[in-house]
């Protein structure tokens, strides 16, 4: 695939899968701008060194002034990425209002506002691009999601907000899908689990392969899709 000279936003790129889907984007030729909100992550990020990766220092991606700001810096935007979120697990008796909004704007506020900008900037170019969010198993498979119904509730809120966006904005060249992980194969998930069958999970890069697809100029037809990347799970 290649993204040679083509602009590309990924948030939560200094995460484990982030970082995948990053460094996917850099061997395909592509100029990479990854916002961080830690000293610790840009430090892990500029380890790369590399010419066509921009960080951009950033409070939070569910800040509405901060997205717009950020999206504004990035010039003739093609693909926008977000897998930044985060992920909480408890029984519903033991889940506050505060923690469900918190689920909530880390998973689907950002999404929502990032979607925005980016199909705003690929608007005013006029040359259309691709979008691509991170829903999550629980998010299509429900029951799946019991004892972390805060976090498959946002889930699903990406998932059907990236159904609906792929409809309105496909006139105009822009695809947008996502991808459904389900426990991807990584340090931390390894160690809080670490009995599982972690062969059978999914790996970053091979989840990274299918959304640099989704976000290539190579995709030509495949729009409103949730792509299952489940492994053998």
Known sequence: MDYRERHVIVTGGTGALGVAVV????DAGAICHVPFRSGAAA??????????????????VADEREVERIYSGVPDLWAAIHVAGGFAFGPIAEVSKVQLMEQLETNFISCFLC?????????????????????????????SG?????????????????????EEVAGQGILVSAVAPSI?????????MPKADHEAWPKVD?????????????????RGAIVPVYGRV
């Open 23 to 26: 460094e996917a984007l850099l």
């Open 43 to 60: 430090e892990r990020m500029s380890q790369h060194k590399h010419p066509r990766l921009q960080l951009i220092s950033s409070a939070s």
């Open 115 to 143: 979607c925005r900008a980016a199909i705003m900037a690929m608007t005013a170019t006029g040359r259309g691009g691709r979008i691509v969010n991170v829903a999550a198993r629980p998010a299509l498979e429900w029951r």
């Open 146 to 166: 019991a004892r972390m119904s805060a976090y498959t509730a946002s889930k699903a809120a990406v998932a059907a907000f990236t159904a609906a966006i792929a």
């Open 184 to 192: 991807l194969d990584t340090p931390q998930n390894r160690k809080s």
């Open 206 to 222: 091979e989840v990274a392969s299918t959304i640099l697809f989704l976000a290539s100029p190579e995709n030509r037809v495949t």
